[in-house]
């Protein structure tokens, strides 16, 4: 893709409002937190303090709204003394601009490695480093810089102490999750009834895996709805793709397949009434034709061999997804997956630290991007005779992320919402001249139209983001015409070297596509081989761990080839050893490996069953081609399968016998994919 196409590409999904589902409610909380902080503030200590318990509360309540599993206090506590601690450290070398500087690019740097720990880890820190730029010009003293660190903190402890007084939606999170992959899965099984090899996007099951880990507190008190669903679509969704495959289940057309749709239309419905039923933690209604079609006696009669064991797995899958679905209670505290504490995260984090000290690391090369476009914009904004020369640091380290499409989206966005917010603030307090009291609740009411637009898009609450900032700044005495023209200005240059630093200093994707196919590929046959070797030795059953392991292992493989995929279509970098076709071709393949191990996984033999022998050597020849595959991937060769395709086809199971089959058919096109992105 040329720089033109990037650069339209990017601004225009820096430009797009998506419709979501708005929180008024939530919204309203988080304002009101504000307002209780400003108000207090301003009664008892002034504009000046007031300003920056504002910027506290905002923060804290902004953190809330991050896509985190964590309780919400947690977080709001978190980004307030976090914060705090960013004001005080601040406010100590203000004073001393080349001390100063040397803070900012090395408190910007970590902030850029906070990334490591998560996107919510990764806001947070910007988003402190961004504020402190503001609040270290208000205090005039240490004794006013603590006091200030402490209002800050109060701010976070106040939104912190609403979300726990006022719980509004409790579990909102975790039940949308859930009920998100039980829909995903209800719209898998109509997709089925008429493209019986319709692929499945992992994605919402693998949230709602990462929803289900909780802390002991929220184990206790979490509802018993939330806890079995999942583990049951999990095993769902292969009994669902087996049930409609023509090669193992039944054929494309007949009495069977007629049976076979009104089983996955049944599933469909269950399941969509399971989803609704967990989301707003209601009893489940099934409708009476869905029961009458999995309970029908003939169903025994039409479907035989797998397809009949199918059939009967699921309606049973089916029921006990019913019944985990109704409320009845809570769990109990041993059931939940674990999530380890903040502290007890702390080494590993610090490990993953050490290991993206390098070159050739994403995270890294934003740290340094950041930092230093922290430092540069700091010392123009200071040297341009503007006032007021924060901003464009702040406005770059907001806009910047560790991928190109992300950093050049937000910069286009958060100038045209600046403009546009500016521009309706001032027309406000041109024509209305509001006092203190009047521009600290219009502040309030900006801040609430951004909690509420935060997830239709970043250049929507930027606009209410930049009108609240001038009501803020408003309140503490600054004119109109003191601020608007500085902060257009400067935030443009923020952008400008946001999107030149990422020009000059990139980390692209591009080139790192053939790893992620080779992981990907390594991934899968991990997981065919696991489930070839429980067929050999069926010692450990249906339920075994390695198997489940193998399965986490490939989908996250698979994801992060489909992200690192989409983040290379929007870059501006010449292919490095993969078309866009060959892409697209290698992605079907390794989807159709997966999907084929997930048949034979359906199946899988329980512990009394007999070994079968030959499945032991398909299992050994598997594993050892793919990963000698993987590494002809990563070094720009096409794959050879000769070791596979000599094995043994004369294997009696037949769900084993046509999955092997299948699994040589995708090897086979994944080389002929690649094949075309390297003719010789």
């Known amino acids: 893709m040329t720089w033109l196409r990037a650069l339209k590409a990017t601004a225009r999904a820096g430009l797009t409002v998506e419709r979501r589902r708005l ?39 902004v953190a809330t709204f991050q896509r985190s599993w964590r309780p919400r206090p947690t977080l709001a506590l978190a980004s307030g003394v976090s914060l705090a601690v960013s004001t005080f450290v601040g406010y100590l070398t203000g004073a001393h601009p080349v001390l100063f500087l040397c803070l900012l690019v090395a408190w910007t740097f970590l902030a850029g490695l906070a990334w490591v720990a998560g996107p919510t880890a990764g806001v947070i820190a910007s988003s402190n480093v961004a504020i402190m730029l503001v609040t270290v010009t208000l205090p005039t003293s240490v004794a006013a810089a603590a006091g200030h660190a402490l209002v800050i903190a109060a701010g976070g402890l106040v939104q912190a102490a609403l979300i726990v007084l006022v719980p509004l939606r409790r579990w909102g999170p975790h039940r949308d999750a859930l009920a998100d992959a039980l829909a995903a899965e209800a719209d898998y099984a109509r997709r089925l009834r008429h493209d019986p090899l319709a692929p499945f996007d992992p994605v919402p099951l693998m949230t709602a895996r990462s929803a289900a880990a909780v802390t002991r507190r929220q184990a206790r008190r979490r509802p018993a709805e939330l806890h079995g669903a999942r583990g049951l679509a999990e095993r769902i969704r292969p009994v669902l793709a087996l049930l409609a495959d023509p090669a193992i289940g039944v054929p494309r057309e007949g009495p069977q397949r007629a049976r076979v749709r009104e089983l996955l239309d049944a599933a469909g419905a269950v399941l969509d009434t399971a989803a609704g039923a967990i989301r707003h933690g209601r009893p489940a209604a099934i409708p009476p034709a869905a029961l009458a079609a999995l309970r029908t006696p003939d169903t025994g009669a039409i479907l035989t061999g797998p397809a009949r064991r199918a059939a009967v797995r699921l309606a049973a899958l089916l029921e006990d997804v019913v019944e985990t679905a109704t409320p009845s209670g809570r769990a109990e505290p041993g059931e939940a997956r674990s999530r380890p504490s903040l502290l007890s995260l702390l080494p590993g984090v610090a490990r993953d630290l050490r290991g993206e000290l390098r070159g050739g690391s994403p995270v890294f090369r934003h740290a340094v991007r950041v930092s230093a476009v922290a ?112 902060r257009v ?83 501006p970098v010449r292919h490095r050893g993969l078309t866009h076709t060959a892409a697209d071709g290698a992605e079907q393949a390794l989807a159709q490996l997966g999907r084929a191990t997930m048949l034979m996984e359906a199946h899988l033999p329980d512990r009394d069953a007999a070994p079968l022998s030959a499945a032991a050597a398909l299992a050994d020849a598997l594993r050892r081609a ?30 084993v016998r046509e999955g092997v089959r299948l699994l040589r058919e995708a090897l086979e096109s994944l080389s002929d994919a690649l094949r075309e992105a390297d003719p010789a």
């Open 23 to 61: 929180e008024p409610l939530i919204a309203l909380r988080g304002a009101a937190g504000l307002a209780l902080v400003v108000g207090v503030s301003l009664a008892a200590f002034g504009t000046t303090v007031a300003v920056s318990s504002a910027f506290g509360a905002f923060q804290a309540a």
């Open 375 to 486: 430092g540069l914009g700091y010392l123009l904004g200071t040297a341009l005779p503007l006032g007021h020369g924060y901003w464009a640091p702040m406005a770059a380290v907001m806009a910047m992320r560790p991928d190109f499409t992300q950093t050049y989206a937000r910069a286009v966005a958060r100038f045209c919402g600046t403009l546009l917010g500016v521009a309706l603030a001032t027309a406000v307090v041109r024509t209305a001249t509001p006092g203190t009291y009047t521009s600290a609740a219009l502040a309030v009411a900006c801040a609430f139209g951004m909690f509420l637009l935060m997830r239709t898009g970043y250049a929507a609450a930027q606009v209410c983001v930049s009108a609240y900032v001038v009501f803020l700044l408003g309140m503490g005495g600054e004119s109109w015409d003191q601020t608007v023209p500085e």
């Open 489 to 571: 200005l400067l935030t443009l240059l923020g952008g400008v070297l946001a999107m030149v630093a990422y020009a000059v200093y990139p980390a692209w994707e591009t080139p790192r596509l053939r790893a992620r196919l080779a992981d990907w590929l390594a991934a899968d046959g991990r997981y065919a081989a696991c489930v070839l070797a429980h067929y050999a030795h069926p010692a450990a059953g249906r339920d075994a761990a390695d198997v489940r392991e193998a399965v986490l292992a490939t989908r996250t493989a698979r994801v992060a080839w489909q992200e690192a995929h989409a983040r290379a279509t929007h870059e």
């Open 626 to 655: 793919t990963e000698r595959g993987a590494k002809d991937i990563r070094e720009g060769r096409v794959p050879r399968w000769d070791e596979v395709r000599a094995g043994d086809d004369e294997v009696p199971e037949p769900v």
